[in-house]
Every structure is written in C-alpha cells, then in structure tokens.
C-alpha cells in the first residue's frame, strides 16, 4: 500500500473522520456550487444542463470518444458533490477521452429516492437525445454507486431506453439500512463512515418506501439483464459485507456478469485521495469500460 494511502487512514483514524461526517449528516450544507462551470480546468469543454431545477454539467476534452460516462455522485444521498468528484470527471475527460456527465440528483432530508430516481430518469433520457451517437457508461460512489445499480433496475423494467453499455462502483450502498450482521465486524477498521447516522440518513432518503425496496436498496432487487457491472470496495469499509453478498450472485444471472475487486488494506471509497491505488482502479475502470471482448 502507498505513503499516501497510509497516511490517510492514520488521519481518517486521528481526526475522527466518522464523527465529522456525522455532523455533515446532521446538518448539511447547500450551495457549495463545486461543480460551477467556472471551477472546471480550462482543459475541458463545459456545458450545462437542468433538470426540474437540478443541475448537471458536461464535460469533454478538445478531442472526445462517442463514449459518454454518466456519473452520479456519492454522499450518502445527503452531501452535495466535492471537489474531488470535479476532479475524477475531469481525469476521465482529459486523460481518457470520455464525454462525462455529472448529474446531482435530489437530495435528502429535502428530497426522498422518488424524487431523485424520477429526475435522473429524465436527466438520462435527455443525455441520450442529445448525444445519439454516444455509449453510455454508468458510474458512481458510495451512494451514487448504490443509486447506479438501482437506476440499472428501473431502466431494465421500463424497457424503452437503452442500457447503459456498462457500469462501475466504488463501494456502493447496496442496503439502505445496513442490517448485514457482518457490518459490526467492519466498524472496527472504518473510521469514515458513522453507521447509526448513515442509517438515519437513509430513513429519510427512503420516504414512503421501505428500506428493502429496490429504490433504495439494490441488493434486494432482480438482478438479471443489467449488463456488465464492474464494483470495488475495500477491506476495511463497512460497504464491504453488502458487496460479497452481491459478489455472491455471480454466475448464477441471466445477462449480467458481474466481477468483484476487493481492495486489500483499502479505506471506504479511496478514488476520493489522489494515489497510485487510486490510478491503478482509474485505469481498471477505463479498460473495463472499452474492452470489447
């Protein structure tokens, strides 16, 4: 494991980084306008978008691929999107070549997963009118990566849009509730996430759905006919029980191949800290993504 990724887990550790999120949780903040049009590199082409009065953003470089990645950003469908999240789009756009589309869905406790699945499905539709010749790729983190796999479900029951061609996530959340027993074990080397705050967060995401709806908790949803899905998560990170359990379906689904990458030593969603594990899953993702075979 690199210094970097090390020494981010000591300061996780050291500075409490579950208790902060907590407060996050608690009390979150608007208006962080992270993904202002002005706060991109001048290496990228940006253009805006709205849906139902949420933003979006689309970026590319001078010379794009008609490979399109829509990326939905985590947070625990709480927190607005980081400079961080600004950052991967952008690698994508100018090291790799993508088209990248960030959509920052509705968000809890204003906003439940009705709302926020009813506007990305329009946000999608849109993006496919707009870009024709474009193939799609789905991405997303932590929440975003949980909201990925269910947005792939609804898609797949509705019927009449294309599939995104393929999808990858970094320690998705897959139970809204985290009821897996395994979760406890976890704790004790996650010092990023809060579970009980997560777990009311989620409360309120859900609204009038219940936490074992696949809205909001892919997991327990059908799994067939969802095309290729590429899902990191780390060893110490209380995602991780959820993924092995999903990691456990493979091989026994119809038109869904499904290939787990569990990262030794590695902290919940470690794409968030620059570092060489950090370009090596990058570079995982974008081979993931074109390989054709």
């Known amino acids: 494991m690199s210094l970097k ?15 902060k999120m907590a407060l996050d949780l608690e009390h979150p903040k608007r208006g962080s306008y992270e993904l202002d049009l002005l706060n991109f590199t ?7 978008f709205d849906v139902n009065g949420f933003y979006g953003v689309t970026i590319n470089s001078s010379y794009p691929k008609d490979a399109h990645i829509l990326m939905l950003p985590g947070g625990a469908y709480t927190l607005e999107p980081d400079q961080r999240i600004r950052e991967i789009a952008e690698h994508f756009a100018v090291m790799e070549g993508f088209r990248v589309s960030i959509f920052q869905y509705p968000l809890a406790p204003e906003y439940t997963a009705l ?6 499905m329009e946000a999608y539709e849109g993006l496919i009118k707009e870009y024709p010749k474009d193939t799609f790729y789905l991405f997303g983190d932590f929440s975003g990566g949980g909201l990925a796999l269910s947005f792939l479900q609804e898609l797949r029951d509705r019927g009449d849009l294309p599939m995104p061609h393929k999808t990858a996530v ?30 009311v967060a989620g409360g309120k995401y859900c609204g009038p759905l219940e936490t074992d709806h696949p809205f909001v ?10 095309g290729p899905i590429l899902v990191f998560s ?30 030794a030593g590695m902290f919940h969603n470690w794409i968030k800290v620059p570092s ?14 074109l390989d054709e075979a």
């Open 5 to 19: 990724a090390e020494m981010t887990k000591l300061f996780a550790k050291l500075g409490k980084a579950d208790r």
């Open 234 to 263: 780390g060893t110490e990170e209380i995602m991780t029980p959820d993924c092995e359990l999903l990691a456990e379906k493979a091989g026994k689904l119809e038109g869904t191949d499904i290939i787990y990458k569990k990262g």
């Open 170 to 199: 970094v320690s998705p959340w897959l139970d809204i509730a985290l009821n897996n027993p395994k979760i406890k074990l976890f704790q004790k080397t996650d010092f990023i996430l809060p579970v009980e705050e997560l777990r």
């Open 115 to 120: 709302a926020a699945h009813q506007c990305l």
């Open 42 to 48: 001048k290496k990228v082409r940006v253009k805006t």
């Open 217 to 226: 908790s892919p997991l327990y949803g059908d799994w067939n006919h969802l």
């Open 276 to 289: 060489k594990e950090t370009d090596g899953t990058f570079k995982l993702i974008c081979s993931f993504y």
